[in-house]
């Protein structure tokens, strides 16, 4: 008795675990997990026209297994989107996207607006002066970025993406 227990047990997990609904997948800045990238101005709108012209490019991509397909046969996770902003090793500040953007499984480019750090880098001048000149430009210090997409309602996880750079006076 105790042997067919177990083995109904086991039995029950093997299919749990095959049915199960999971997802591996990575972000990746110009093919890399880790990068550095070098500014040519302190200017965040500058690096943001970088990413735009497509000198930087964020790489985002992922594989299912069991997903539950909706109404029209589509394959659909939700995600939510991470950043967090540290100016030399201390955290300037983390955001979470209040609203999950869904995907597909595959290989696909997201736009830097996907994330946030644009905003935070534009306005994370220390000196916080009211002078209009000095909008969008970056202090001084060493900034590292790190992205990162967590899927909703699945297990499994996506690699998060990190690269860092210098801002010189």
């Not at 790489?59 to 939510?80: A, C, I, P, T, W």
């Not at 950043?83 to 996207?97: E, L, S, W």
Request: with cysteine.
């Amino acid at each position: 008795m105790k042997t067919i227990t177990l083995l109904t047990i086991m039995l029950v997990s093997i299919c749990a675990t095959i049915n199960a609904q999971s997802v591996k997948g990575k972000l990746l800045l110009n093919k890399k997990s880790e990068a550095g990238i070098e500014l040519t101005s302190s200017s965040a709108v500058q690096l943001f026209k970088e990413f735009k012209t497509g000198k930087y490019q964020l790489q985002f991509m992922y594989d299912g297994e069991g997903l539950s397909k909706n109404k029209h046969e589509e394959e659909v996770v939700f995600f939510s989107f991470a950043t967090v902003v540290k100016k030399d090793g201390k955290i300037i500040q983390k955001m979470m996207r209040q609203q999950p953007i869904p995907y597909f499984p595959g290989d696909m480019l997201l736009p830097a607006e996907a994330f946030d750090f644009i905003g935070i880098l534009a306005s994370s001048n220390d000196t916080k002066s009211s002078k209009s000149r000095n909008t969008g430009i970056m202090s001084a210090g060493r900034y590292t970025v790190e992205l990162s997409v967590a899927p909703l309602g699945v297990r499994g996880n996506i690699e998060p993406v990190v690269f860092d750079f210098v801002v010189k006076e």
